[in-house]
């Protein structure tokens, strides 16, 4: 249960956050989200502004190595 809280809360609460923030912010974060960078890898066409399928599948990346990492240190820290 914590495992699927935490997936759904970094992909669609960040996206809600992101909303709150300033236009001229929000414009510029929208493109690292998980789910913004992770559509640019399978997006035919490109609009103007958006990652390159590189980047996207980079800022995934990123993303992933984040979560393992924080999991390795709080089984680390929790577990026996």
């Not at 912010?25 to 502004?49: C, E, F, K, M």
């Not at 980047?55 to 709080?74: D, E, N, R, S, W």
């Amino acid at each position: 249960a914590g495992a699927l809280s935490a997936f759904f809360g970094t992909l669609f609460a960040l996206t809600v956050v992101t909303d709150l923030l300033p236009t001229s912010w929000r414009n510029d974060v929208i493109n690292y989200l998980p789910a913004n960078a992770g559509s640019q890898i399978i997006t035919v066409v490109h609009t103007s502004g958006a990652l390159a399928p590189w980047t996207g599948l980079g800022v995934l990346a990123l993303y992933a190595v984040g979560a393992i990492t924080a999991a390795t240190v709080l089984i680390t820290r929790r577990d026996a």
